[in-house]
């Protein structure tokens, strides 16, 4: 066995071009197939990552409420419908909330922003409460208004960037001629709040003239609650809608499953160029040498070696490839993450590429498995080669 590989390693260097040609196509291959399948996992952990860092599973808003930031950013805020600040008393006695957080969200058009002006999202919260539900939210400079009263803003990296504001500075806000002092700026997070300015909600219902009015709700429930049971009763308040995270994370679940087929597809072709690659160029090799073979089966070697020898070739090509496939993979990661979200903009904040070396190890198992099967045929044909007629056709081509 040890003669056969180095037999086969030997054969492979004489054909060097050919050879490293095939290797890079396998590395290739490797490099996508390897990429794929951490993305296939590392998407579906980030989107419920950034679901769970929201803080509550239920989202109480007002029916028919376009609650999405990008839904306001388009309309201009027109549309909004409000519930009474009162329904957080009601939520309050019931026994299976832990935590509260209200929400005001509003948009103003700033006419002095970019080129042609753009809307502005403004999102009024509790500073009791909205900070410890979006954990992610970490501040980089000054810290949280703690007067709901105050006219003070927090804002997003995004939003700080854009209106080119630090800590100490102020905002205006179009239409209503009120200044907001910024007293901090937040951390990139990489979601819609990085271009959000967060405002106390009671001030932010004084300047747009919606005293006693609010949103949304996020509510936060004790861990032994049945979340769709305590949903069944919030159906039961007048004019609200109930936006549950587990039933968006059961959509997030059906939608990475459809992505999930996509990229087993594109798995799967890349697996067939590779064999395909790998075939072809073993079989070439074994036509070109079909007079040594010949001389080799005259000298004693018996059919089974001649099959273990091709085998080995293709086995040999397949592991390097795989292995150098494998590390372009895991040392490229960033790189592969970068383009992804360059073609997918609004990806979760998370790693959606998470390459381990199991995933690794098992994506070179199977590369080297469609070696095993690609390199059948071009073996079964080197031994079923007959050394008179192999050794004719050598001298014939002299």
Request: overall charge negative; aromatic content about 8%.
């Amino acid at each position: 066995m040890t003669n056969i590989n180095t037999i086969a390693y030997k054969n492979l260097r004489r054909k060097k071009i050919r050879s490293i040609l095939t290797l890079f196509g396998i590395a290739l291959s490797t490099w996508i197939l390897v990429s794929l399948f951490g993305f296939n996992q590392g998407y579906e952990q980030s989107l419920n990552k950034d679901i769970d860092d929201l803080g509550f599973q239920i989202l109480l808003t007002a029916k028919g409420c376009p609650y999405e930031a990008a839904t306001l950013m388009l309309q201009g805020g027109a549309g909004l419908r409000y519930m009474p600040e009162t329904v957080l008393d009601e939520l309050a006695e019931h026994p299976e909330v832990q935590a509260l957080t209200p929400m005001l969200m509003q948009a103003a058009f700033d006419p002095m922003s970019g080129d042609t002006g753009s809307m502005i999202a403004y999102t009024g919260v509790d500073p009791l409460t909205f900070p410890g539900m979006r954990a992610y939210l970490k501040v980089v400079q000054g810290a949280w208004f703690t007067d709901l009263y105050a006219d003070e803003a927090v804002i997003g990296y995004e939003a700080a960037e854009l209106e080119q504001r630090e800590v100490g500075d102020y905002l205006l806000i179009p239409g209503h001629e009120v200044e907001l002092k910024v007293v901090a700026i937040l951390e990139r997070a990489g979601t819609q709040d990085d271009g959000t300015i967060f405002v106390p909600y009671k001030a932010l219902q004084k300047i747009f003239g919606q005293e006693g009015n609010i949103t949304s709700v996020g509510i936060k429930v004790h861990r032994d609650v049945n979340v769709s049971g305590y949903e069944e009763k919030l159906y039961q308040l007048p004019d609200v809608q109930v936006v549950s995270m587990a039933q968006v994370k059961t959509t997030i679940s059906n939608l990475v499953d459809t992505a999930r087929v996509m990229v087993l597809s594109i798995a799967v072709i890349a697996v067939l160029i590779a064999m395909i690659g790998v075939m072809n160029t073993i079989l070439m090799s074994v036509l070109e040498r079909f007079p040594e073979i010949g001389i080799m089966k005259s000298m004693g070697a018996s059919s089974g070696q001649i099959f273990r020898l091709i085998w080995t070739e293709t086995v040999i090509l397949c592991l390097i490839g795989g292995i150098v496939g494998a590390i372009l993979a895991l040392g490229l990661q960033v790189v592969t993450e970068g383009l992804v979200r360059y073609v997918l903009p609004y990806s979760p904040k998370g790693s959606i590429i998470r390459i381990d070396a199991l995933l690794a190890l098992r994506s070179i198992g199977l590369i080297v498995l469609i070696g095993l099967i690609s390199g059948i045929y071009p073996s079964f044909r080197a031994a079923r080669i007959r050394p008179i007629e192999a050794i004719k056709s050598g001298e014939s081509e002299v």
